[in-house]
């Protein structure tokens, strides 16, 4: 009978093995990625720290959206705390109306 030799080249074996090899690490590694990134309802999504609310920032918003404040006014005393406003959302400066504080 016919005797058939497969003259692979150990080279090949080798490459065939590290290529295999790195896949199933890359699947590993993207398996474990997927599965940190899942976190429960209500988790607090990890990163960099969030600085605290500004004082006179939370007042502002909370004038506003009261009514106590115009828009422009708003923005107004928004730039004039150095926060960095929208392109034309604040006027020459309107006068301020009611109690400021």
Do not use: C, K, N
């Not at 009514?67 to 929208?86: F, I, K, N």
């Amino acid at each position: 009978m016919f005797r058939i030799h497969h003259s692979h080249h150990p080279v090949l074996h080798v490459l065939v093995t590290v290529v295999v090899l790195t896949l199933v690490v890359l699947a590993v590694l993207a398996v474990a990625r997927w599965w940190s990134d899942r976190r429960p309802a209500g988790a607090v999504a990890s990163g960099p720290p969030v600085p605290p609310a500004d004082p006179a920032l939370v007042e502002l918003r909370i004038r506003f959206a009261r009514g106590e404040l115009s828009s422009d006014e708003y923005w107004y005393r928004v730039a004039t705390l150095g926060y960095q406003v929208p392109v034309g959302m604040v006027p020459g400066g309107p006068a301020p109306s009611g109690p400021t504080g």
